[in-house]
């Protein structure tokens, strides 16, 4: 007589492969952006790295010109009390030559020196032009009349 052995059932492997189906196409182009971001991050990260071992007050460096500005207040009307600034000292005065006409709008005007820029009214004191009597706009840019001189703006 032979033994027969019962029938068994095939293993199947876990988890069955109709349960999870196969990754979709997006999430292939999703790790791929991933992956490239995280290029871009490595690259980026190393090149600040670099210029700050080669130059270290390379991020330090203002990015525009700076401009001093100074008050155009009379002495008078300061309020006592006031928080200290430092004093501006030129190498020399200005003189009415040293100014030109930025912007005139209404009855204020933008006024440029070396290195400084001017926020002016009428009666405003400005050094090297003296105390400021009109402020005109105009199709030119405008005119500041003020006692040492009288400004006019070219436009071009």
Do not use: C
Not at 16 to 28: C, G, K, M, Q
Not at 54 to 62: G, I
Not at 90 to 117: K, N, W
């Amino acid at each position: 007589m032979s033994a027969s052995i019962p029938h068994q059932p095939a293993v199947k492997a876990w988890p069955p492969a109709d349960l999870y189906p196969p990754a979709p196409r997006s999430d292939r182009i999703l790790n791929l952006g991933l992956v490239g971001l995280g290029f871009l991050s490595v690259g980026f990260f190393s090149a600040v790295t670099i210029i700050s071992a080669l130059d270290p007050s390379y991020f330090n460096r203002p990015l525009l010109d700076q401009m001093i500005t100074g008050s155009t207040e009379k002495p008078d009307a300061l309020v006592e009390g006031a928080m200290p600034v430092p004093k501006l000292v030129r190498a020399v005065a200005l003189t009415p030559r040293d100014f030109q006409i930025v912007m005139v709008y209404g009855s204020e005007a933008h006024l440029a020196s070396p290195g400084e820029l001017w926020r002016v009214r009428v009666g405003s004191l400005v050094p090297g032009l003296g105390e400021i009597l009109a402020i005109e706009p105009g199709e030119n840019g405008g005119t500041v009349r003020a006692e040492n001189a009288t400004l006019t703006g070219v436009r071009n």
